[in-house]
């Protein structure tokens, strides 16, 4: 190729690279390409309104391992009371807790105690010692609680209620019995034409009577009479002492 044909042939090129450059400018200029490149904006839906009542749950901070900013304590109840328990943490998106009875060996999750808060309703005596943590996890590892103890004392005994003052218990009527009277026996009278003498009269007449038999109740006793006896008795005593005097004297004779 000669020097006189190879520069018309520089110069159709560069035209021809000056031309492209120019289209394109052209091209990228025009509204309709405009509106074929710009961005397309995704429209964003409002964040969902909690309902009234509901607990708003803050959205756990992720960065590095969970940091506990409030540690839970130990509770100390009377048998049939609730116990609460709470903690606080940084970085976390669940949180468990865990108790650590005399029947089991090793720390063991509670079901349903996924809140910062935990409540044991209407604990028991068998329940005392119990051990209580709290772990909180994120994607980057799970840090625990210090362990605390849960103790359970005996229900108080209630105060007394007072007693009332009993009712006074009306004492029964008591019914009055009849009394019987005494049936009067017949008095006999020596004159039936007398009439019924009075008790004044009765009285004398009847000791009298009594003293003037007394010798005949002694005489149908021992079957005869008082006199002879009490003379029949003198006489006995009489001839015994002269007997016994008798006696006496002729022993002293033959001794002296």
Known sequence: MTRSTAAPRRRIAALSIAALV???VALS???????????????VSPAPESSPGEEEVPAP??????????????????EGEDATFTAAATHWDIVQWYELTAENAIFQPIEGATSTTLTLS?????????????????GNGQIRSQQVGLFVNP?????????????PTPDPTQTPQPTEAPTPEPTESA?????????????????????????ARVLAATGS????????????????????LLVVRRR?????
């Open 29 to 43: 200029s025009s509204p309709a390409m405009a509106a074929e490149t710009a961005p397309i904006e995704t429209p």
């Open 225 to 244: 009479d008082p006199a002879w006896s009490t003379l029949a008795l003198g006489g006995a005593l009489l001839l015994g002492g002269a007997a016994t």
């Open 122 to 138: 209407d604990v028991t005596r068998s329940q005392t010692n119990t051990a209580i943590l709290v772990a909180f996890t994120n």
């Open 191 to 215: 004159d039936p034409d007398a009439g019924t003498p009075s008790d004044s009269d009765d009285t004398p007449a009847t000791d009298a009577a009594s003293d003037a038999d007394a010798p």
């Open 22 to 24: 120019l289209g394109g």
């Open 155 to 167: 229900e108080p005994n209630p105060d007394p209620a007072p007693n009332p003052d009993p009712e």
């Open 61 to 78: 901070e992720i960065g590095g391992l969970p940091v506990i900013t409030e540690q839970p304590q130990s509770q100390v109840v009377f």
């Open 252 to 256: 002293a004779h033959r001794a002296g």
